[in-house]
């Protein structure tokens, strides 16, 4: 079988626990080849950010361009995306290159508080984004800015995710990090029936990064041609494997362990 490549599209983490890194390397431990389209720089560690610097959005555009024109891809996770102008080019880019396996992780704010993604730019994540997406995988707070509603019981989950479809999306998976329980419940709604994916909580601060290698492990999942429910199990299993085994690294909320899911003999 040849290589499978995945792009992602996203902020660099300067920390290594978040973002573009923790994309590539999610992407590399399940044996897909990695590539970047950086869509600004954070000045990150465990304790926070502590700086924001865009990119142009015509730089976006170009990464995308050079890397799809060249060695094309099998599928593409969005992180990060900043500002509308860098949404509408990096849709723009996709549409254009003709990509299906499309996953975009709505990243808005990150665990201390810091904006990910300016305000107004979440009508064109709506708008441009979604309806060309395969699968949208927002935590429970990103769920509540897409759809106006507070999340606070499974049924409301359940609501959320029919609501997030209408906007164009195939798939809608509702991460559970920020649930009360002593169960972590991540929720896919395909359109037509829900499968839920569940996890024992771990009592740990370091979960920079959780949601972004979730998706990556979904990303790599369906580059290998899983289906999407599949790659959600698949994800699901990297990230419970790399929570528990954390590093302890930082000191603040530290990264999670990418190695842990190969380390564990799954791949
Ligand atoms: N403490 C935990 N124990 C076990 N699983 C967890 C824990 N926290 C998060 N998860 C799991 O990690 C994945 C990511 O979920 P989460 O809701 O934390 O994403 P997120 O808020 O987007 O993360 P981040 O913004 O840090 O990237 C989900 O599968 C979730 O169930
Ligand atoms: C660059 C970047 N992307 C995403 C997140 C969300 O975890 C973060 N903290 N930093």
Avoid at 30 to 58: D, E, I, R
């Amino acid at each position: 079988m040849s290589v499978r490549r995945a792009l992602t599209i996203a902020g660099s983490d300067s920390g290594g626990g978040a973002g573009i890194q923790a994309d590539l390397k999610t992407f590399q431990e399940l044996g897909v080849f990695g590539m970047s389209a950086v869509t600004a720089v954070t000045a990150q560690n465990t304790l926070g950010v502590h700086g924001v610097y865009p990119m142009t959005a015509k730089a976006v555009e170009q990464q995308i361009d050079v890397v799809l024109s060249d060695i094309g891809v099998d599928a593409v996770k969005t992180g990060m995306l900043f500002s509308a102008d860098i949404i509408e080019a990096a849709a723009r880019k996709l549409k254009e290159h003709q990509c299906e396996n499309v996953i975009v992780d709505p990243v808005m704010i990150a665990k201390g508080g810091a904006s990910l993604l300016q305000e107004e730019a979440t009508e064109a994540l709506k708008q441009v984004l979604l309806p060309i997406a395969l699968v949208v995988t927002p935590n429970i707070p990103e769920a509540e800015v897409l759809t106006g509603m507070s999340i606070q019981s499974e049924a409301d989950k359940k609501e959320a995710a029919i609501a997030i479809a209408s906007l164009g999306v195939k798939n809608v998976l509702i991460k559970g990090g920020h649930d009360k329980g002593a169960k972590t419940v991540d929720l896919l709604y395909d359109g037509s029936a829900f499968h839920t994916f569940t996890g024992t909580r771990i009592d740990t601060k370091d979960t920079h990064g959780t949601g972004c290698t979730f998706s990556a492990a979904m990303t790599a999942a369906i580059a290998k041609g899983a289906s999407v429910r599949t790659a959600a199990e698949t994800a699901k299993q990297f990230i419970q494997a790399a929570i528990e085994d954390g590093l302890h690294i930082g000191q603040g909320h530290g990264p999670t362990n990418h190695w842990a899911y190969r380390q564990r003999g799954g791949c």
